[in-house]
């Protein structure tokens, strides 16, 4: 018997939500209809009363999850997609970011954001905002990429008291799958050697650490063996992990689904930079979508953001350098 | 000037409410300003009489200029909470001031951009590149670049990867070590950098007979390296320019004659310096070398005696050597070397036959930026035309 | 009291008449409520003046001509609502509760304020108390109050109200749309009191909107609609009162529209000269504590005397808290936690790493 990465996440909303009065569950669709992706499914008539629709109004949404939580509630909002979390920004960036810092008052508020794209699921409904709000402090910013983090990280998630930005990938929903959620090991903040390597380090997060895999499976038949941190987290970084593991390797691939600019990748780098250049036997590299809007057409689609094959090549001309 | 509004950063003062000798409360009107959006009064920050303005009508004044003082009594002074803006801690002064403290103008500050070199393209393939962990690598052991000559790189453009290297010192240890003398660094170090440059080297045949005779009639007998090396110092008092040191476009000429003296010693060789060596005869220098010799080979030279000098004579003839290419010191741009005397025909144009004659090669090596062929030539010829008269050195 | 909690469309006819005041009850609450304009017009003239002799960082914001119709919202509410202040609701936060050392240390930079200097002016609140504090961005508010509402009442809470001030301009926000809105279809305890004070900063009302008076709106949102003359601080402890109570008894949200002017500009470094002539000169220019000050005589709810001794009273009072607060030590950037999160562990040490040159 095996859950897919979305039934974890139905799983743990349904655990927090049995295990702690103070949780509820706010955001379109999710009640009777169970959510756009069926991540709340039954939990409106298990829960009655805690998982509630609400209108089309992602400021008002978010504003008002504040405001609960300023009340001793710990709220899970969904936000369809993460695309939409824009018409929100204001309320997660300048309220709930800033809410403790300028008051002392703590904002456990979850905001889930189903990222990343699908096929044929064009510019507004394909975007990974992680490195947006990770630059705003106060906020909390998770990116699981297994069966096992989607459940344990949404758990540890509602438990922090401040607000916690979950990245879900969209594609790993039903794609993913897992035999159960296992034991809970890491907790958030701490990055995980998905893979243990010798010749080159791949930091990556989100639905980009199954490409690398895939990767790293395939050159390993030529001799060559790829180390993959997976971050779990993006803010805050698990720096230290980084490094020891580009300390071992001395050559580093950043790989992220987002946009170059500024993204996550660039941040590895300059932290890496920072405090490890010396460690490095090669410029570090990094590979992300490209610098435009998400294409619709899945043929565009497929050359827009990393593939197994482009980070393949990116792997080769670093060990090459 | 107070911060009077966000993103205000000037105000114009259109109108004084009050004048210096007038008596003011605290809180009173005394100023009329105009920013970019409004009209505003500015208001005494105590009770007192207003000694003067610094200000003048219709002229604009950044925030934080002083605008005027108030002289005021002692129980009038409200002590400040806030800093004011604009003006850092240590300057901060009381609302009330003595009349002592200067005045200064106000004064607008401007924002000047700058201009920064362009930045060196950090993506480096090739032979020469070294990664930050390689030369972190080396510099733990004392390496530089010269010593990765003898490593096959596998890199980009064959550059030495941290791999190669460490394989290269694992190779290594297993092999036969001594340990090298600081002295042996000291050399290693001094030659590598000697060898940035390009050199080159010019030999001719030097006649020694003249100095051989010559120097039977002194004691103690000096030996020919002496005489070479006061026929280079007369030589280059005649004309400094082949010892001069190229320093971007201009060819900086020694200030003074010091000739240096190569000094095999223990693991390695001292450079003895022979001061002025121009301005003393032959005779006068026989002591002074003496000692500098003497003292180099228990490596006991006082400090003044070594580094800066523009030139050396180094005698390989000593060992043996008929000709050699000596390397000039890092500072230096010429080292001149004596071979071992061997006695050889020389034809006599005169009397129409060889004749037996001691000749030795006299070498100049040269750092080829400050110097070509045709002088170092004609330097070499100068000297030894010098030492066929010894008795003129 | 409404008969069960019904979701969705609401018809504004179906309200159940909250009972009236009676004029005793509104002779003690008008008492109440003006020594709290009195003590609000002393402590906002006396941080203009300091803000005028340079001794205030960044802008001063009064809510002088407004204190009637924020008082009226501080004295009708109860310990256990929530308030949510906007900018010139001085007067209102003093009568529900806030303390005066408050906005002066919050103005003044006093590291003992409820921001500790890391928020100013008007953005001070204590959120655990009801009283939100306010972000800059007009309308944002309102959802914070419709989720401490949405929380209380999942808590079994009863009885209780939430007021949201804003201004003519906030009501031009998507903010403020979505959250009315929400407030709305959630049938929450929701009163929203605003104060068209006719400019929102220099924009006239006919720049800000096109419908003929904005309590138009209330309908539109499916929820009751009030208007009141924001100078006459018996009407607007009446109908301010109303809407509260309305509220309270679950008639659903309320929309209180108050005809005021700012008397002061939009800030202490804005002198206002965009404001039309002929209103300061009607009925709404008036100043509400001269007005407040012959209502409270003519209906004999307050006297002359005591009229006097409130003045000085209320000035006193900020005389001290100000010479108080200038004793106070500012925040000292060395012994600052410069962390934006409460959860420690996951504070990037990264930046913690980063040395911080002042």
């Known amino acids: 018997m095996s859950i897919t990465y979305l039934e974890a996440i139905r799983l743990a909303q349904e655990r927090a939500l049995a295990e702690d009065p103070r949780v509820l569950i706010y955001g379109q669709d999710v009640g009777k209809f169970g959510g756009a992706f069926k991540a709340t499914k039954n939990l409106a008539e298990k829960f009655p009363g805690r998982v509630i629709d609400a209108p089309i109004s992602e400021d008002a949404i978010v504003g008002a999850a504040v405001g609960a939580a300023i009340q001793g509630m710990r709220p899970i909002i969904e936000i369809q997609f993460a695309d939409f979390s824009t018409t929100g920004f204001n309320q997660i960036v300048n309220h709930a970011a800033t809410l403790y810092w300028r008051t002392g008052v703590p904002c456990p508020i979850v905001i889930r954001l189903p990222s990343g794209g699908t096929l044929g699921s064009g510019p507004f409904h394909s975007q990974t905002l992680e490195a947006i709000y990770a630059h705003y402090p106060g906020l909390i910013v998770m990116t699981p990429a297994t069966v096992e983090d989607a459940y344990w990280m949404l758990l540890e998630a509602v438990e922090i008291d401040d607000p916690v930005i979950f990245c879900e990938h969209k594609y790993l929903y039903y794609h993913l799958k897992a035999e159960g959620v296992g034991e809970r090991t890491l907790p958030a903040g701490k990055a995980r050697i998905a893979r243990v390597g010798r010749d080159i380090t791949i930091v990556t997060y989100g639905a980009m650490l199954h490409e690398a895999l895939s990767v790293a499976n395939e050159l390993a038949t030529e001799g060559i063996e790829i180390e993959i941190v997976d971050l779990r987290t993006v803010k805050p970084i698990d720096t230290d992990a980084v490094i020891a593991s580009v300390a071992r390797t001395g050559r580093l691939l950043a790989v992220g689904e987002s946009w170059p600019w500024g993204g996550v990748t660039a941040e590895v780098i300059a932290r890496v930079c920072c405090e490890g250049l010396n460690l490095l036997d090669a410029p570090p590299q990094r590979l992300n979508s490209r610098d435009t809007p998400i294409p619709f057409h899945p043929n565009l689609w497929a050359a827009h953001r990393p593939t197994a094959h482009s980070i393949a090549a990116a792997v080769r001309n670093l060990l090459r350098m | ?393 | 009291m409404i008969k069960s909690l019904k979701l969705g469309m609401f018809d504004a006819k179906e309200a159940v008449n909250a009972r009236e005041m009676a004029p005793a009850e509104l002779g003690e609450r008008a008492r109440k409520a003006f020594w709290y304009m009195l003590l609000a017009r002393a402590y906002e003239d006396k941080m203009a003046l300091l803000y005028r002799a340079g001794r205030i960082s960044g802008g001063v914001f009064v809510s002088r001509g407004q204190e009637a119709l924020s008082a009226s919202i501080g004295v009708s509410l109860k310990k256990g609502d929530i308030f949510a202040p906007l900018i010139r609701d001085a007067a209102g936060r003093l009568a529900f509760g806030t303390p005066l050392l408050d906005p002066i240390r919050t103005y003044l930079g006093s590291v003992l304020g409820p921001m500790r200097g890391r928020d100013g002016n008007v953005h001070f609140g204590r959120p655990r108390e009801g009283t939100l504090a306010m972000i800059s961005h007009l309308g944002a508010m309102i959802a914070a109050v419709n989720g401490c509402l949405m929380a209380k009442r999942m808590k079994g809470e009863t009885g209780f109200v939430g007021v949201a001030s804003i201004g003519d301009g906030g009501t031009s926000t998507g903010a403020f749309h979505e959250a009315v809105n929400q407030a709305a279809v959630e049938h929450l305890p929701l009163v929203i009191v605003i104060a068209n004070n006719h400019y929102a900063y220099s924009t006239p009302n006919n720049r800000q909107f096109a419908c003929k008076n904005l309590v138009d709106r209330a309908i539109g949102y499916g929820i009751m609609g009030h208007t009141v003359d924001g100078t006459d601080l018996a009407e607007c402890l009446r109908v301010v009162g109303k809407a509260i109570e309305l509220a309270r008894s679950g008639n659903g949200p309320q929309m209180v529209v108050a005809e005021l002017l700012r008397l002061s500009g939009h800030g202490e470094h804005d002198d206002a000269s965009y404001v039309d002539e002929n209103l300061k000169k009607s009925k709404i220019g008036r100043d509400c504590i001269v007005v407040a000050e012959e209502i409270l005589k003519s209906n004999k709810w307050a006297s002359d005397e005591e009229i006097i001794n409130w003045k000085k009273a209320t000035e006193r009072a900020v005389e001290t808290a100000v010479s108080q607060v200038m004793k106070e030590p500012q925040p000292d950037p060395d012994k600052e936690d410069w962390t934006a999160i409460s959860t420690r562990r996951l504070i990037d040490t990264h930046f913690q790493n980063e040395h911080h040159v002042s």
């Open chain 2, 1 to 393: 000037m107070p911060q009077l509004g966000e993103s205000i950063a000037e105000a114009t003062v259109v109108k004084f409410l009050a004048n210096p000798g007038d008596v003011v409360a605290a809180g009173q009107e005394v100023l009329e300003v105009e920013t970019n959006k409004a009209t505003m009064t500015v208001t005494s920050p105590c009770a007192g009489k207003i000694i003067s303005w610094l200000v003048e009508l219709n002229e604009s004044y950044p925030v934080g200029t002083v605008l005027g003082y108030i002289e005021t009594e002692k129980k009038f002074e409200e002590k400040p909470s806030l800093p004011s803006v604009n003006e850092s801690p240590a300057t901060q002064e009381q609302p009330s001031i003595e009349e002592k403290k200067q005045e200064h103008e106000p004064h607008r500050r401007g924002v000047y951009p700058t201009v920064r070199g362009l930045p060196v393209p950090a993506h480096l393939l090739g032979a020469s590149y070294m990664s930050p962990r390689l030369k972190a690598r080396m510099q733990e052991l004392g390496l530089h670049a010269a010593d990765l000559a003898g490593i096959k790189g596998s890199g980009a453009g064959g550059r030495v990867t941290i791999d190669d290297f460490e394989r290269y010192i694992a190779e290594i240890e297993k092999q036969k070590k001594t340990k090298a003398s600081p002295m042996r660094v000291a050399v290693a170090d001094a030659m590598r950098r000697s060898w940035t440059r390009p050199l080159a080297t010019v030999g001719i045949y030097g006649r020694l007979d003249n100095i051989l005779e010559h120097r039977k009639t002194l004691s103690p007998k000096p030996g020919p390296s002496l005489y070479v090396l006061r026929a280079l110092a007369i030589a280059l008092a005649e004309n400094s320019a082949p010892a001069g040191r190229l320093i971007g476009n201009v060819i900086v000429h020694p200030p003074s004659i010091d000739i240096g003296v190569a000094v095999e010693a223990e693991d390695g060789v001292l450079v003895p310096v022979i001061r002025n060596a121009d301005k003393k005869s032959l005779k006068e220098l026989i002591p002074i070398y003496n000692e500098l010799i003497e003292l180099a080979r228990r490596r006991r030279l006082p400090a003044e005696a070594t580094g800066s000098s523009i030139a050396t004579v180094s005698n390989y003839g000593t060992f043996g050597l008929v000709w050699a290419t000596p390397i000039p010191l890092p500072e230096q741009t010429l080292v001149l070397g004596l071979g071992a005397g061997r006695k050889m025909p020389l034809w006599d144009e005169e009397k129409q036959q060889f004749i037996p004659a001691t000749m030795a090669c006299l070498t100049l090596s040269f750092d080829h930026r400050v110097l070509d062929g045709g002088a170092a030539g004609r330097l070499l010829n100068r000297i030894s035309e010098l030492i066929m008269k010894p008795e003129m050195l």
